[in-house]
């Protein structure tokens, strides 16, 4: 079983920037591919990026450039650093994870969820 925590999520302005994080307790954390999500309200969740075993990456066209996802094996933690937020970026922001490569940055392709933090961005 695996659970994921996330945590950083807040109230910014446009502009700013804010440090997502998502803890993880799986024993063989660095075997699974973890990815961010978020859901606006009355919208479907969408994929914001993930990043595989190997490190590599991969983000949704409508935050490239400007979010960063990395992940720190040592601490079974995943962060998501968003600057130059704007106000469509606001959304609860979810932690997922898959064991394995990553493959489609979509809900189907993912076993486990955190609980989300929620991000708002005011103009």
């Known amino acids: 079983q695996v659970q994921l925590v996330e945590s950083g999520g807040g109230s910014v302005q446009a502009g700013g920037s804010l440090r997502l994080s998502c803890a993880a307790s799986a024993y063989n954390y660095r075997s699974f591919c973890m990815a961010w999500f978020r859901q606006a309200p009355g919208k479907e969740r969408e994929g914001v990026a993930n990043i595989d075993p190997s490190v590599i990456t991969n983000y949704a066209d409508s935050v490239k450039g400007r979010f960063t996802i990395s992940r720190d094996n040592a601490k079974n933690t995943l962060y998501l650093q968003m600057n130059s937020l704007k106000p469509e970026d606001t959304a609860m922001y979810y932690c997922?994870?898959?064991?394995?490569?990553?493959?489609?940055?979509?809900?189907?392709?993912?076993?486990?969820w955190g609980q989300g933090t929620q991000v708002t961005v005011s103009s």
């Open positions: 997922a994870a898959r064991f394995g490569t990553c493959s489609a940055l979509r809900q189907w392709a993912f076993g486990y």
